[in-house]
């Protein structure tokens, strides 16, 4: 009788152990994540979005489990950084993406402006011949004079050169600064939340120096994008950065990241055009719930 219950008992458990062999319980699993690392040893770009997907995944780590981030090796520009997502080469691989109308195939994005608008308001970095020149800037017309340079990936050239601008496109962030320090072109346009870490990186290079009187606007959302392999990242960074924002560590962290870089653009006290983001028209404009005021309606 004895040897009965025991047989019954290991049979019972044999059969709920494969009964459940394949229902993994993901909530306990650890995570491991994958972001894009830097382009070159001093590029800090990528530190806010590091910060904000950590912040999303602590938001959900009782609901989901722990997670493990790693960074790609340095090197990769935006272009090789969607090759790579796309490529799928990491596990979870997740970077920042100015929104257009489509995604690449087999990619997913989760709806919310990480940068919450900032980047949008672009300021430019100049030679000091040029930035005496922009002073004499009344008109976009004016301003259309003058050549941009921007990363070659980004969505910048294709909105500039849809409202009339010259624009040269590069693969070397760190060369861009160089280039138009030395005039072999004219404005290297960044966010605003950007303008003071990359000043303070690159001021030493002979010449360099930033505009402060004017700036040229278009809205210009970032969301983050990942494989659309990867629903359960997708879902949870989603809910953490909503958790996030509706509690106000969002705001907290951004603040910390960008509110000075943003005060020294002294965006107030400049010119600001606006332009149209062509590329948008089909987004959801739900986005728009998620900017940061940081300046008056901008003026052309």
Same mark, same amino acid.
């Given at each position: 009788m004895r040897k009965n219950i025991w047989r019954d008992a290991f049979i019972f458990l044999i059969a709920v152990v494969c009964g459940n062999a394949g229902q993994v319980?993901?909530?306990?699993?650890?995570?491991?994540?994958?972001?894009?690392?830097?382009?070159?040893?001093?590029?800090?770009?990528?530190?806010?979005?590091?910060?904000?997907?950590?912040?999303?995944?602590?938001?959900?780590?009782?609901?989901?489990?722990?997670?493990?981030?790693?960074?790609?090796?340095?090197?990769?520009?935006?272009?090789?950084?969607?090759?790579?997502?796309?490529?799928?080469?990491?596990?979870?691989?997740?970077?920042?993406?100015?929104?257009?109308?489509?995604?690449?195939d087999g990619v997913t994005a989760i709806p919310f402006p990480v940068d919450m608008g900032i980047v949008g308001y672009r300021v430019g970095f100049v030679s000091q011949d040029t930035k005496e020149k922009l002073k004499t800037v009344k008109t976009l017309e004016d301003l259309k004079r003058f050549e941009v340079i921007q990363g070659i990936g980004w969505l910048d050239p294709l909105i500039l050169e849809h409202h009339g601008f010259k624009v040269r496109t590069g693969e070397d962030f760190n060369a861009m600064f160089s280039m138009v320090a030395l005039n072999r072109s004219d404005l290297f346009l960044r966010g605003a939340n950007e303008l003071l870490a990359e000043w303070q990186t690159h001021q030493s290079i002979p010449k360099l120096t930033y505009d402060e009187t004017i700036s040229v606007y278009y809205p210009l959302p970032r969301f983050l994008i990942t494989s659309k392999e990867?629903?359960?990242?997708?879902?949870?960074?989603?809910?953490?950065?909503?958790?996030?924002?509706? @509690?106000? %560590?969002? #705001?907290?962290?951004?603040?910390?990241?960008?509110?000075?870089? =943003?005060?020294?653009?002294?965006?107030?006290?400049?010119?600001?055009?606006?332009?149209?983001?062509?590329?948008?028209?089909?987004? @959801?404009? %739900?986005? #728009?719930?998620?900017?940061?005021?940081?300046?008056?309606?901008? =003026?052309?």
């Open positions: 319980n993901t909530a306990f699993a650890n995570m491991v994540v994958t972001v894009q690392g830097p382009e070159t040893a001093a590029d800090t770009r990528y530190e806010y979005d590091h910060a904000v997907i950590t912040l999303a995944l602590e938001k959900t780590r009782k609901k989901y489990g722990d997670y493990t981030l790693q960074e790609t090796p340095i090197g990769q520009n935006s272009q090789r950084s969607m090759l790579t997502l796309t490529n799928d080469r990491y596990t979870n691989y997740i970077i920042k993406y100015s929104m257009s109308n489509q995604l690449p990867n629903t359960d990242l997708a879902a949870r960074v989603h809910e953490g950065l909503l958790t996030a924002f509706d @509690d106000g %560590s969002l #705001q907290k962290l951004w603040e910390e990241k960008y509110l000075a870089s =943003v005060e020294f653009a002294d965006l107030k006290s400049r010119k600001i055009f606006r332009l149209t983001n062509p590329y948008l028209v089909n987004l @959801d404009p %739900s986005w #728009q719930n998620y900017v940061y005021q940081v300046a008056p309606e901008p =003026v052309q």
